[in-house]
């Protein structure tokens, strides 16, 4: 019997419509697809920017609650930003942005006005950290969010490159990769997450995923409605490169301007076409060789 070689040429799927293995497209239970029986409803974190004060109790309550330390504290310079950007002991980062833009809704004199956004870990759909641990360090939890257990992490470091947003990082002295766990000892319990508890204008909102999602849809709507057109969602979306983020966010204008790319990809998705590919090139070439073998025997 002979075997149809596999078309190589053939295009990649349309996600909307194909769904040929579980590291990208749209997955609407992510917790059940990862071995969990009967899980809770999907949780996570929905950030709403526009009413980010930046006074950093998010960011506080995060060290505090996760015993996270110190990353320095020198003053980059650039606006009240002194903490840069995620790491291994920044697990939110309240970035500060100022331009030469009027506020939206309101004249202001002379035109300027200051983003401010915690960020912090998306708890992707697909998270290409997860997909490449070895170890299984890293796992998704019932609740959907992804956690990285340190007493298990070898310090290899694939996760870090693997992350479409820069977020994970091994910590230096230490070599364990370290992130937002969404306060998975906080969910067992009951509580919400330290950093949605501490923030004093609802600007990070826990709650169940879909839930979210509505209550984001109808922010945007208002704000459009009272002359803030730029307002948008970012990782609200199922269909998106990493399937949706489990912690979304509301943003006043490009999300280049806050140092988030504009179509992030889990980066694991293209992996069973590589092996596929790499399969066949490895088959061939055995056939090859079979066949040098063969006619040398003659
Ligand atoms: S944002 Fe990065 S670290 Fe967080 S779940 Fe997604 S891939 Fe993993
Ligand atoms: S606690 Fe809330 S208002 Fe304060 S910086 Fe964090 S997100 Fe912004």
Redesign the pocket.
């Known amino acids: 019997m002979t075997t149809e070689p596999p078309d190589l040429t053939t295009q990649r799927p349309n996600l909307t419509t194909e769904r040929p293995n579980l590291l990208y497209g749209p997955e609407p239970d992510v917790a059940a697809d990862a071995g969990h029986t009967d899980p809770p409803e999907r949780v996570g974190f929905f950030t709403d920017t526009s009413v980010c004060i930046g006074c950093k109790a998010c960011e506080v309550a995060c060290k505090e609650w996760n015993a996270v330390p110190e990353d320095g504290l020198d003053l980059t310079g650039m606006s009240y930003d002194n903490t840069g950007a995620l790491g291994a002991s920044t697990w939110r980062h309240v970035a500060f942005i100022e331009q030469a833009k009027p506020l939206g809704g309101q004249q202001s004199q002379p035109d300027m006005r200051w983003l401010m956004a915690s960020d912090v870990?998306?708890?992707?759909t697909h998270?290409?950290?997860?997909d490449v641990c070895p170890t299984g360090s890293?796992l998704r939890t019932e609740f959907g969010t992804?956690v990285v257990q340190e007493d298990i992490c070898n310090g290899c470091g694939y996760?870090v490159p693997?992350?479409?947003?820069g977020?994970?990082e091994q910590r230096e002295g230490d070599g364990r990769a370290w992130?937002c766990t969404l306060c998975y000892d906080r969910l067992g319990a009951g509580s919400e997450p330290a950093c949605a508890k501490a923030c004093p204008t609802d600007s990070i909102q826990f709650g169940p995923l879909e839930t979210l999602r509505e209550r984001a849809a109808e922010r945007v709507a208002q704000l459009h409605a009272t002359g803030v057109p730029d307002a948008r969602l970012y990782g609200e979306d199922p269909a998106d490169g990493?399937g949706g983020a489990g912690a979304f966010f509301l943003l006043l204008d490009e999300p280049e301007v806050y140092g988030l790319p504009p179509d992030p990809q889990v980066t694991t998705r293209d992996l069973p076409a590589m092996w596929r590919h790499a399969g066949v090139a490895a088959a061939a070439l055995l056939t090859g060789l079979a066949a040098m073998f063969a006619g040398g025997r003659r």
Do not use: D, G
């Open positions: 870990c998306k708890h992707c998270a290409a950290c997860l890293l992804v996760c693997a992350c479409p947003y977020v994970i992130k990493v």
